[in-house]
């Protein structure tokens, strides 16, 4: 699944590989300016994503909230990394059935 990011300065495409649901969790990997691991699920507070290769993770609301999701994406993985996820949540939100 293709999907594009964009920053103040510059457009690049990213590719979600590997989507797989392991009970209420999902896991993909995302192929663009870097390879990201990332597993997410929900909590009582919305949800979580984790990247383990990382070691980092953080608190989601709901998938298409870009604005939200992009802002604690950043603050953990830098900005491209942090735009690069938020836009992948956003546009498999549009493909899977995700509370």
């Known amino acids: 699944m293709r999907?594009?990011?964009?920053?103040?300065?510059?457009?690049?495409?990213?590719v979600v590989c590997n989507l797989v649901q392991h009970s209420s969790v999902y896991e993909f990997w995302i192929r663009s300016r870097s390879s990201i691991m990332?597993?997410?699920g929900p909590t009582s507070r919305g949800g979580f994503a984790c990247f383990p290769d990382f070691q980092v993770g953080?608190?989601?609301?709901?998938?298409?909230?870009?604005?939200?999701?992009t802002e604690q994406l950043v603050g953990i993985l830098g900005e491209v990394d942090g735009l690069t996820?938020?836009?992948?949540?956003?546009?498999?939100?549009?493909?899977?059935?995700?509370?």
């Open 3 to 14: 999907f594009q990011c964009k920053s103040r300065e510059d457009e690049w495409e990213g």
């Open 38 to 40: 990332v597993v997410f």
């Open 58 to 69: 953080c608190h989601l609301t709901n998938l298409k909230d870009r604005f939200w999701n």
């Open 85 to 99: 996820v938020s836009a992948a949540l956003c546009e498999i939100a549009e493909r899977i059935h995700y509370p």
